[in-house]
């Protein structure tokens, strides 16, 4: 195990008036795959936007490889190597496939490797690869947020809430993706409130609540205890599939 690529220390966010997340410590390691668990409004989305500086940290630290990245722009941040796939997806509808693509590469030139890489996991895209993304299902707009994420080398990858709404084929799929970008060792910090995927992919566990992580540890060990599971999530987590 190494040390953490992300960390985030005593992290406070208000909006506007709001005070969502009240002093977050999390460590995302170095080559492996955190997933974020929590009730509906624990503050897990805030704490991605915050990591992306979508949103401003009011109070707190965050590191990205060591380097202090508190006071950084968004844009700043994803150039240091982290990718975003937020839960509304960032789909630009009027535009095609092709081009949704073309947004996320560097100089706007395909990777071919990586591109057939992509096309090899989501087939339907290559299918779909002139037509406008706003006449894609929600399932498949939801594969090209995450293909549009892979088609550049990325040292961390988080992601929100990638299953919501999709059938169980779609999420099959998408555990493949997520076990291959971990085994090309990218680092991924996960949202997700499915217990199938969490459980497939996550090497670690993050539980939130109230805007403050409460638990942190193994992910094989939270699922084996189904009273700690009920103590953090208010029921087993076989019941988020």
């Not at 704490?47 to 844009?75: K, N, V, Y």
């Not at 991924?188 to 540890?217: T, W």
Request: proline share 3%; net charge neutral.
């Amino acid at each position: 195990m190494t040390g953490p690529l992300l960390r985030l220390s005593g992290v406070q966010t208000h909006i506007g008036r709001y005070h969502i997340l009240h002093g977050v410590d999390l460590e995302v390691p170095e080559g492996r795959t955190t997933v974020l668990l929590g009730r509906n409004g624990a503050g897990k989305t805030t704490t991605l936007r915050t990591i992306m500086g979508l949103w401003r940290a009011s109070a707190g630290a965050l590191q990205f490889g060591g380097r202090d990245i508190t006071r950084m722009e968004t844009p700043d941040i994803a150039r240091l190597g982290i990718a975003y796939v937020p839960e509304t997806m960032g789909v630009f509808t009027q535009l095609t496939v092709r081009e949704n693509f073309l947004l996320a590469t560097a100089g706007g030139r395909f990777d071919q490797r990586r591109l057939q890489g992509v096309f090899g996991l989501f087939p339907i895209l290559e299918q779909k690869f002139d037509q406008t993304a706003g006449g894609l299902s929600g399932g498949q707009k939801q594969m090209l947020a995450v293909a549009r994420a892979m088609l550049e080398p990325c040292r961390l990858m988080i992601v929100d809430e990638p299953t919501k709404g999709l059938a169980p084929s779609i999420i099959t799929t998408l555990i493949e993706a997520f076990r291959l970008l971990a085994d090309a060792g990218t680092t991924i910090l996960l949202v997700e409130q499915n217990f199938h995927l969490a459980r497939s992919v996550g090497d670690g566990v993050a539980a939130m609540d109230d805007g403050r992580v409460v638990h942190a540890g193994r992910m094989a060990d939270l699922a084996a205890d189904e009273a700690l599971q009920a103590r953090l999530l208010g029921l087993s987590l076989a019941a988020h599939q």
